[in-house]
């Protein structure tokens, strides 16, 4: 049996098709052309169909007997009656709200309680406060479907509206305590249930249609799943949905997951909890991960030179500029979305090369931060996996699990999240008994070299002090 997994990432399409004989796989991804002059707006049928033809591709004389959707996270749109897209999509990188969280967060007690009650913080990625944008643009929300990527290519595969609730908890809609729409979010947006699509479970699939089959070359009648976010998808995909296994993944913006039986909100908002398919995940997210590096690379060295050239010219214990990687924002830890990012503690003596090493290690740091706030509540996990873009880049690698001090597991899938798709397809078609069974076997082994360790601890603090100093608001 073969099944197809589809996903419209932040920066890129993305499909596997996949073999339940010998588990062999294809994959396909292509990035988005840039369809407004902001990055961090993305025209949904545009993605929907670049998708799909990445599909389409995969499945040419082959038979599918799953489809199955992975989408961003955080991703926001609202459709007419027909759900047709009135708005381009929100990423989560659009930080267009930053002023009305700001407002906000001064009020301790509403930050509090929308956070016990969604398992979110009040900040500019998540899209209940996009829509409060969008309400003072002048939209009626009363008189949208609100939607998201995932949901959207769902619908115009199978000619339904369904969503699911892990996909709503991540979007800051969900009540974690009741596991369905918040009712104090929903009467201050003005709207009802009756605005988003019919909340479904990750397992309850709907025919492809045969407008749906033409466009991804198969036959109607398939069973399509609908669309789980690639957060969970991720953990699901790492074969982490067991206790004590953390994810780390560091791709265009950067995450931290363990998988917990109940949802678990510290009294002081910091990590965040949302709803996964079969089990809940507590972690921390940043904004500036390899989107920084590519910045600076792209900014600084062009296409003149390779990643691979530059990192040849770092020594891991250069002297470096400290890089606060807030380019869009900050998440964890202090969830300060109107920072900016920027390099202190430079010297005549720092070149472009240590200028791209420091970006490196400040992500890392970020992330660091958001580790120290995990391990508080969770202690230290048995098994760290890492996955993303950095897994490419053998230095930054290693410097990860001298900065962590920590044994890093580096998995032979490449794409965790379509691999979490089709760990669902597997489930689906019966070839796997249930998501906690699906497990990975790392194909490289990463340890901390104690020295270093020592070193980036002493940078860390460097780090910190100004982290710290540049705390309070700043202006765009």
């Given at each position: 049996?073969?099944?197809?997994a ?32 902001d ?18 591709k995969l ?13 961003t ?25 930053a ?15 929308y ?19 969008l309400?003072?643009?002048g ?35 969900l ?26 479970a ?15 070359g ?6 399509v799943?609908p ?12 074969g ?8 780390i ?11 917990t039986?109940?949802p ?8 965040w ?11 921390a ?9 590519d910045?600076?690379k792209?900014?600084?060295?062009g ?7 530059i990192?040849?010219?770092l020594?891991s ?23 900016l ?19 490196l ?16 509540i ?15 880049s053998p ?6 699990a ?7 597991e ?23 008994g ?35 100093s ?7």
């Amino acid at each position: 049996m073969n099944i197809l997994a589809l996903e419209s990432s932040t920066t890129s399409a993305k499909a596997m098709l996949y073999d339940t004989s010998d588990h062999t796989y294809t994959i396909e991804a292509k990035a988005y052309p840039q369809y407004f002059g902001d990055a961090t707006l993305h025209d949904a049928e545009s993605v929907f169909l670049e998708t799909a033809t990445l599909g389409k591709k995969l499945c040419a004389g082959k038979r599918v007997d799953a489809v199955t959707l992975g989408g961003t996270w955080h991703s926001v749109l609202l459709c007419d009656a027909d759900f047709r897209p009135v708005t381009p999509v929100y990423q989560w990188s659009n930080t267009e709200p930053a002023e009305i969280c700001s407002l906000l967060r001064k009020d301790e007690q509403y930050t509090r309680g929308y956070y016990q009650r969604t398992g979110c913080m009040v900040n500019a990625i998540y899209p209940s406060f996009k829509l409060r944008m969008l309400r003072a643009h002048g939209f009626p929300l009363e008189a949208y479907f609100i939607a998201d990527q995932g949901t959207y290519n769902a619908f115009r595969l199978t000619g339904e509206k369904t969503v699911t609730a892990s996909m709503l908890s991540g979007e800051g809609f969900l009540n974690v305590n009741e596991q369905r729409l918040d009712r104090t979010v929903l009467n201050e947006l003005g709207i009802g249930e009756r605005n988003f699509a019919r909340i479904v479970a990750h397992n309850e699939s709907h025919p492809l249609t045969a407008k749906g089959a033409a466009l991804l070359g198969t036959v109607p009648g398939i069973p399509v799943l609908p669309a789980c976010p690639d957060g969970a998808l991720n953990q699901i995909g790492a074969g982490a949905l067991r206790r004590g296994i953390m994810t780390i993944s560091v791709g265009t913006s950067g995450a931290l997951r363990v998988a917990t039986p109940n949802p678990v909100l510290p009294e002081i908002p910091s990590i965040w909890c949302y709803l996964a398919p079969e089990t809940w995940l507590s972690g921390a997210a940043i904004s500036g991960c390899c989107n920084c590096v590519d910045w600076y690379k792209n900014t600084m060295f062009g296409s003149e030179i390779t990643y691979e050239q530059i990192e040849r010219e770092l020594d891991s214990e250069h002297s470096t500029p400290v890089f606060l990687p807030f380019l869009f924002g900050e998440r964890c830890p202090g969830w300060r979305d109107e920072r900016l990012g920027g390099f202190s503690a430079v010297t005549p003596l720092h070149s472009r090369y240590h200028f791209y090493h420091g970006v490196l290690e400040g992500i890392l740091f970020n992330l660091y931060q958001c580790y120290l706030a995990i391990r508080t509540i969770h202690g230290v996990p048995k098994r760290v996996k890492l996955s993303g873009g950095i897994v490419h880049s053998p230095f930054w690698l290693q410097m990860c699990a001298d900065i962590f001090g920590l044994e890093m597991e580096v998995d032979d899938a490449a794409h965790g999240s379509l691999m979490g798709a089709v760990a669902l397809g597997l489930e689906k078609l019966g070839v796997l008994g249930k998501l906690t069974d699906f497990a990975t076997e790392p194909r490289q082994t990463i340890l901390p070299n104690a020295n270093l360790s020592s070193m980036y601890e002493k940078k860390y603090e460097r780090y910190l002090y100004y982290y710290q100093s540049f705390g309070g608001e700043i202006k765009r």
